[in-house]
């Protein structure tokens, strides 16, 4: 999800609907709350109509990551997923000058989107930079919540991953509180991170926190199937 006015300046059009069909799907969120069988699962068969292993990037924004990481493994899907519209049109933009066909992008809330993944499904997920939106008006929108982690339990594959980024302290030890109450999420040491990870393209958000010298949290989990399976 975009943060500050970063989004609202992108100079971009919405894409042409031949393009806009290949790469964006737009859930309205009344729609897909009310009529959720209207849409197609997010998963691979669904989105791609293949078994590829599929990762799923949560307020993708522009797409940074996903563009980068479809371009170098072609043979798994990526999906970005984020609320606000300029964002996609710059991804799609961007994932057609590149004629990658292994990534798309959805435009919905993420909170009812979750609804559409099948259980254990997701070999990988990424929660990177969300917007912290501590007015409480804003609170019930933040990415980083108990229904992430409950859902992520359901969703992931078995040894599939969440990988969470924040320059926030304060949310950083969030993840750590609500990691007590999903056993099926296991943290793992640094030295056992994802390794496309390591050398990750740094997004826009990454650049702009590490150049203002915020600290650049990060924590990624492992699915323990069994552990959610024996609650």
């Keep these: 999800m975009g943060r500050g006015r ?23 969120g009344h729609t897909l709350y009310a009529y959720a069988e209207r849409f197609p699962p997010l998963s691979s068969p669904g989105l791609f109509g293949n078994e590829q292993p599929l990762a799923l990037d949560i307020g993708c924004a522009t797409g940074d990551l996903v563009l980068a990481l479809a371009a170098a493994y072609p043979d798994r899907n990526y999906v970005g997923l984020d609320i606000v519209a300029k964002p996609l049109w710059r991804a799609v933009e961007r994932a057609v000058a590149a004629d990658l066909r292994n990534v798309c992008f959805i435009q919905a809330d993420a909170r009812l989107a979750y609804r ?34 409950t859902q992520m339990e359901r ?12 320059d926030q302290p304060a ?8 990691l007590l ?3 099926g999420l296991r943290p793992l040491p640094p030295e056992h991170w994802s390794p496309a990870l390591t050398g990750m393209i740094k997004s826009h958000y990454y650049q702009r926190w590490e ?14 199937l069994r552990t959610v399976s024996d609650r």
């Design 6 to 28: 970063y989004p609202a300046r992108l100079k971009v059009v919405p894409p042409p609907e031949e393009l806009a069909a290949r790469y964006l799907h737009v859930w309205p």
């Design 116 to 149: 559409q993944i099948p259980a254990v499904s997701l070999a990988m997920a990424y929660v990177y930079f969300p917007a912290p939106l501590l007015r409480n008006r804003q609170r019930n929108q933040r990415l980083i919540s108990p229904i992430l982690f």
């Design 155 to 166: 969703c992931l594959a078995p040894e599939g991953r969440l990988s969470i980024m924040t």
């Design 171 to 178: 949310l950083f030890a969030e993840c750590e509180t609500l």
């Design 181 to 183: 109450h999903h056993p």
């Design 211 to 224: 150049a203002r010298g915020r600290p650049i949290l990060r924590l990624e989990l492992m699915h323990n």
